[in-house]
T-cell receptor, first 115, second 112 residues
Framework: DSGVTQTPKHLITATGQRVTLRCSPRSGDLSVYWYQQSLDQGLQFLIQYYNGEERAKGNILERFSAQQFPDLHSELNLSSLELGDSALYFC??????????????FGPGTRLTVL | TQLLEQSPQFLSIQEGENLTVYCNSSSVFSSLQWYRQEPGEGPVLLVTVVTGGEVKKLKRLTFQFGDARKDSSLHITAAQPGDTGLYLCAGGPTDSNYQLIWGAGTKLIIKP
């Protein structure tokens, strides 16, 4: 158990809909990362937050957005869903304080299926 | 742009054999991490190496960071079916302590 929690574990929805994925980082971690992993693919970095502020963006679509709240949990919002958005979405957290190897700890993921 | 290339992309071997997986770049990294991911689960950190030439052992797994900190290898001795999974390397860029550059992964299958 990494200490990172994600909900829900599974999500099935229809094209055009909007969903919200939730992540709680490990206790003490200030950075949260969101990744997308399609079937048999590597990890695609979406976005990073550090202590409530957006720090870095990767290949995140304009239809997707995220935020990190004062209690450090994070939400990833996916809207106008398309079939191609079906994937595993992982949240990871790290201490993120700099000066350290950036070791990331992953949650169990949310499997999104868009029908 | 810093890139990490992993090879091979896919490896299927018999139980008991040895194997090596490579992670290469033309860029220098401040650290290099290896993760293992099982189907439907999140990646799990196996090891972090930070010093050029560093070697770390984790039971039957040996990790090495290249002298120039541009490459790394993972060697598994006497592979077992439980070693099956996706092995990912991730490098810490020298200009950032907050990001990781990810390799595409090596899918390893150990047949009993």
């Amino acid at each position: 158990d990494s200490g990172v929690t994600q909900t829900p574990k599974h999500l099935i929805t229809a094209t055009g809909q909007r969903v919200t994925l939730r992540c709680s980082p490990r206790s003490g971690d200030l950075s949260v990362y969101w990744y997308q992993q399609s079937l048999d693919q590597g990890l695609q970095f979406l976005i990073q937050y550090y202590n409530g502020e957006e720090r870095a963006k990767g290949n995140i679509l304009e239809r997707f957005s995220a935020q990190q709240f004062p209690d450090l949990h994070s939400e990833l919002n996916l809207s106008s869903l398309e079939l191609g958005d079906s994937a595993l979405y992982f949240c990871a957290s790290s201490v993120g304080g700099g000066g350290l190897p950036n070791e990331q700890f992953f949650g169990p993921g949310t499997r999104l299926t868009v029908l | 742009t810093q890139l990490l290339e992993q090879s091979p992309q896919f490896l299927s071997i018999q139980e008991g054999e040895n194997l090596t997986v490579y992670c290469n770049s033309s860029s220098v990294f401040s650290s290099l991490q290896w993760y293992r991911q099982e189907p439907g689960e999140g990646p799990v950190l196996l090891v972090t190496v930070v010093t050029g030439g560093e070697v770390k052992k984790l039971k039957r797994l040996t990790f090495q960071f290249g002298d120039a900190r541009k490459d790394s290898s993972l060697h598994i001795t006497a592979a077992q079916p439980g070693d099956t999974g996706l092995y990912l390397c991730a490098g810490g860029p020298t200009d950032s302590n907050y990001q990781l550059i990810w390799g595409a992964g090596t899918k390893l299958i150990i047949k009993p």
